[in-house]
């Protein structure tokens, strides 16, 4: 199974009556989401704003966001995807072993209450972000609570959303998804797409060591990524294309500076439930755009001549 069941948050708004967030603390990282989107807007279909909305935070500690939570549920660290593998067990009716549930840091009956109040829901969503997707399981906790999300449909409505961790990083999925038909993790490398999440995904090539030059664009991984993936980033060389310096720029070979996308830049940027959202730039800029620097560097390289072991030789030589 692959996919996900998703919605936009126009959605959420007006008929969600069961918000889950896991691994995430929006009040801190999405201030605005439970304000505009989630838990105190009167929605069409919830007009009673938060008295109809029931919130359940799933994390490895409190937050600031427990303390809007109607049910705050503490797991252990690293143990998401045995949470999840549980949950859905439960909602198939299987049998689940109590010690082995322990073990999550819940008790099975704490697990069993969470699947009942969500087939008890009109409309369930779940919001799940980097507290899932970059601790231990990574790509495997993300599609087991979006697995999680289509089983409960068989008993009611549910969607499942990552909540994003910066500015249109749904773009850049957006459009690898439609040129590749993969949203990350794609190698290129025999000619064609190839999806394969823990062996091509930045993260897992930088801490391999398996690429011999990076290209950065609009990111910062030398402030997020482990520090082995650091360290390669800085013997190779690096490219990166941003605004403003970072971590990432300090560590380059090259860093070029361009445009404020939104700004001084015209583009598209995609909300976190997939809405694309026109930019006009307000400003000018001396600075070229990301698209403009990318297509000089494509001139550039196809005015090349033709690769060879002999003209590399040369190319070395000199």
Same mark, same amino acid.
């Given at each position: 199974m692959g996919g996900k069941v998703t919605c936009t948050l126009g959605e959420v708004k007006n008929r969600a009556d069961f918000i889950v967030y896991w691994g995430g603390n929006p009040a801190e990282c999405h201030p605005r989401h439970f304000t505009k989107y989630t838990l105190t807007q009167k929605g069409r279909f919830v007009p009673e704003g938060r008295k109809g909305?029931? !919130?359940?935070?799933?994390?490895?500690? /409190?937050? !600031?966001?427990?303390? *809007?939570?109607?049910? $705050?549920?503490?797991? &252990?660290?690293?143990?998401?995807?045995?949470?999840?593998?549980?949950?859905? *067990?439960l909602v198939k009716n299987q049998q689940v072993d109590e010690r082995r549930a322990a073990e999550t840091g819940l008790t099975l009956?704490?697990?069993q209450?969470?699947?009942?109040? !969500?087939?008890?829901?009109?409309?369930?969503v779940l919001f799940f972000g980097m507290g899932v997707s970059m601790t231990r399981g990574k790509h495997m906790n993300s599609a087991g609570i979006l697995a999680l999300a289509a089983e409960l449909n068989a008993f009611t409505k549910f969607v499942c959303m990552p909540m994003r961790g910066? @500015?249109?990083?749904?773009?850049?999925? !957006?459009?690898? &998804?439609?040129?590749?038909? $993969?949203?990350? @993790?794609?190698?290129?490398? =025999? @000619?064609?797409?190839?999806?394969?999440? @823990? /062996? $091509?995904?930045?993260?897992?090539?930088?801490? =391999?060591?398996?690429?011999?030059? *990076?290209?950065?664009?609009?990111?910062?991984p030398g402030a997020t990524m482990p520090q082995p993936g650091i360290d390669h980033l800085a013997r190779i060389p690096t490219i990166v294309l941003d605004p403003k310096v970072t971590h990432t720029s300090r560590l380059a070979r090259v860093h070029i500076t361009t445009a404020v996308t939104g700004i001084s830049a015209a583009g598209t940027a995609y909300r976190m439930d997939e809405i694309p959202l026109p930019l006009r730039p307000a400003l000018s800029s001396p600075y070229p755009t990301d698209q403009e620097v990318i297509r000089r560097i494509r001139q550039a390289v196809a005015a090349r001549p033709s690769w060879s072991p002999a003209s590399n030789a040369r190319m070395a030589i000199a």
């Amino acid at each position: 199974m692959g996919g996900k069941v998703t919605c936009t948050l126009g959605e959420v708004k007006n008929r969600a009556d069961f918000i889950v967030y896991w691994g995430g603390n929006p009040a801190e990282c999405h201030p605005r989401h439970f304000t505009k989107y989630t838990l105190t807007q009167k929605g069409r279909f919830v007009p009673e704003g938060r008295k109809g909305r029931t !919130m359940v935070l799933v994390d490895i500690r /409190e937050t !600031m966001s427990s303390k *809007a939570a109607d049910l $705050f549920l503490q797991i &252990r660290p690293g143990k998401d995807f045995e949470v999840l593998t549980t949950l859905r *067990a439960l909602v198939k009716n299987q049998q689940v072993d109590e010690r082995r549930a322990a073990e999550t840091g819940l008790t099975l009956a704490q697990l069993q209450d969470l699947v009942d109040r !969500m087939k008890r829901a009109r409309f369930g969503v779940l919001f799940f972000g980097m507290g899932v997707s970059m601790t231990r399981g990574k790509h495997m906790n993300s599609a087991g609570i979006l697995a999680l999300a289509a089983e409960l449909n068989a008993f009611t409505k549910f969607v499942c959303m990552p909540m994003r961790g910066h @500015g249109n990083v749904t773009g850049s999925d !957006m459009v690898m &998804r439609w040129t590749t038909g $993969f949203p990350f @993790g794609v190698s290129l490398t =025999r @000619g064609y797409p190839r999806f394969n999440p @823990g /062996e $091509f995904s930045t993260v897992d090539l930088l801490v =391999r060591g398996d690429n011999d030059a *990076a290209l950065i664009l609009g990111a910062d991984p030398g402030a997020t990524m482990p520090q082995p993936g650091i360290d390669h980033l800085a013997r190779i060389p690096t490219i990166v294309l941003d605004p403003k310096v970072t971590h990432t720029s300090r560590l380059a070979r090259v860093h070029i500076t361009t445009a404020v996308t939104g700004i001084s830049a015209a583009g598209t940027a995609y909300r976190m439930d997939e809405i694309p959202l026109p930019l006009r730039p307000a400003l000018s800029s001396p600075y070229p755009t990301d698209q403009e620097v990318i297509r000089r560097i494509r001139q550039a390289v196809a005015a090349r001549p033709s690769w060879s072991p002999a003209s590399n030789a040369r190319m070395a030589i000199a």
